[in-house]
C-alpha cells in the first residue's frame, strides 16, 4: 500500500481509517461507521451520482413544504429508534460472539491436575504420627 516511499505512511492512514470503518465487523454484524452515525458511508460513486443529479451549480432540493417540515420531529423520532436498536442488537451480536470464542477457547484449553505430596504430622502425648497425604490441586 505504501509502495516506493516509505516516509510517506501517514498519508495512507485516512485511506486505511475509511476501510476499517465501513467493513461489517464479525461480533457486532454492523460496521463501526453504522452504529456511529446511524447510517452507512457514502462511497465515492455516489457522491459523483449526487454531483451530477443535483445540477450544474451542485444545488439540492431544498424542503419547502410545511408538512414535510412538521414530519422532521417524526424522522428523527423513527432515527433515534432504529439507532437505538441496533445499538441493542450490536450488543447482542458481541455478547454471542463472545460466547462462542469462550466455548472455542475453553475445548482448546482444558483443565490440568497438580498432585502435591504433604508430610502431615500430628503430636499426641508426646508421641509423633506422620503420613504422607496426597494432594490433588485442579486449575482451570
Known amino acids: ?8 505512511w501517514d498519508t495512507h492512514i485516512p485511506a486505511a481509517l475509511y476501510a476499517y470503518r465501513i467493513s461489517k465487523h464479525a461480533s457486532t454484524k454492523f460496521t ?29 432540493k431544498i424542503l419547502n413544504d410545511t408538512e414535510e417540515a412538521e ?10 429508534k432504529v439507532r437505538d436498536f441496533c445499538h441493542s442488537k450490536a450488543k447482542d451480536n458481541i455478547s454471542v460472539a463472545q460466547e462462542k470464542q469462550k466455548k472455542q477457547y475453553d ?3 482444558n483443565s490440568f491436575k497438580v498432585y502435591i505430596t ?3 504430622c500430628i503430636s499426641i502425648n508426646y508421641s ?4 504422607y497425604i496426597l494432594m490433588e490441586v485442579v486449575f482451570c
Open 32 to 60: 463501526p461507521f453504522f452504529l456511529v452515525y446511524n447510517r452507512e458511508a457514502r462511497k465515492a460513486v455516489s457522491f459523483e451520482m449526487e454531483k451530477e443529479e443535483c445540477g450544474e451549480n451542485g444545488s439540492s
Open 128 to 131: 509423633v504420627l506422620c503420613r
Open 71 to 80: 414530519n422532521i420531529d417524526a424522522i428523527i423520532s423513527n432515527l433515534v
Open 107 to 109: 475445548a482448546k484449553h
Open 1 to 8: 500500500m505504501v509502495g516506493s516511499n516509505e516516509k510517506e
Open 118 to 120: 504433604v508430610l502431615y
